[in-house]
T-cell receptor, first 113, second 112 residues
């Protein structure tokens, strides 16, 4: 059974640019969540999608957005990149109502220069 | 805001039991405690979760105090591959609409 796949693994962007990250969940999982991980702030919840609808949202500015497609694949977009957006972005998928939490991907390491 | 408090780091000898404490004194009655670990450069990995009763699986045991204000994750026979950051997490929300509130984690180093 394939795990959660995130692409690309590494990305370097210039301040002011925008970026799109992709996440393919485990087959059958309809919920996809996104997290930002930085050394200073730890793991912070960005948003969660279920059946193409945003169900939960963390406390991030509107520059951070996402969407989910009918096949459950998800993308997140960050516009007008800032140096502080440099982080590991993690995607996790889960079954609705699963008590076994999330299965995480290996993440996309974004560096803004 | 984080709902858990953990020591920032711990050491354990290989082959011994690793006991990782977590304080969650503000936890509500229907909020589960989850444990994940993150090995360097990988995504977090689920370990175990519980509500009130102690739990055990092939990876670890979870001991939750009767007042639910703290818990301990036990890795019974630690190996070098168990070196990782261990996160104690509270799950808030209902069964179909929940969030995991992550703490800062404990960096566990297993020494030969």
């Amino acid at each position: 059974k394939a795990g959660v796949t995130q692409t690309p693994r590494y990305l370097i962007k210039t301040r002011g640019q925008q970026v799109t990250l992709s996440c393919s969940p485990i087959s059958g999982h309809r919920s996809v969540s996104w997290y930002q991980q930085t050394p200073g702030q730890g793991l912070q919840f960005l948003f969660e999608y279920f059946s193409e609808t945003q169900r939960n949202k963390g406390n991030f500015p509107g520059r951070f957005s996402g969407r989910q497609f009918s096949n459950s694949r998800s993308e997140m977009n960050v516009s007008t990149l800032e140096l502080g957006d440099s982080a590991l972005y993690l995607c996790a998928s889960s079954l609705l109502g699963s008590y076994y939490g999330y299965t995480f991907g290996s993440g996309t390491r974004l560096t803004v220069v | 805001d984080a709902k858990t408090t953990q020591p920032p780091s711990m050491d354990c000898a290989e082959g011994r039991a690793a006991n990782l404490p977590c304080n969650h004194s503000t936890i509500s009655g229907n909020e589960y405690v989850y444990w994940y670990r993150q090995i360097h450069s990988q995504g977090p990995q689920y370990i175990i979760h519980g509500l009130k009763n102690n739990e055990t699986n092939e990876m670890a045991s979870l001991i939750i105090t009767e007042d639910r204000k703290s818990s301990t994750l036990i890795l019974p026979h630690a190996t070098l591959r168990d070196t990782a950051v261990y996160y104690c997490i509270v799950r808030v929300g209902g069964q179909s609409n929940y969030q995991l509130i992550w703490g800062a984690g404990t960096k566990l180093i297993i020494k030969p």
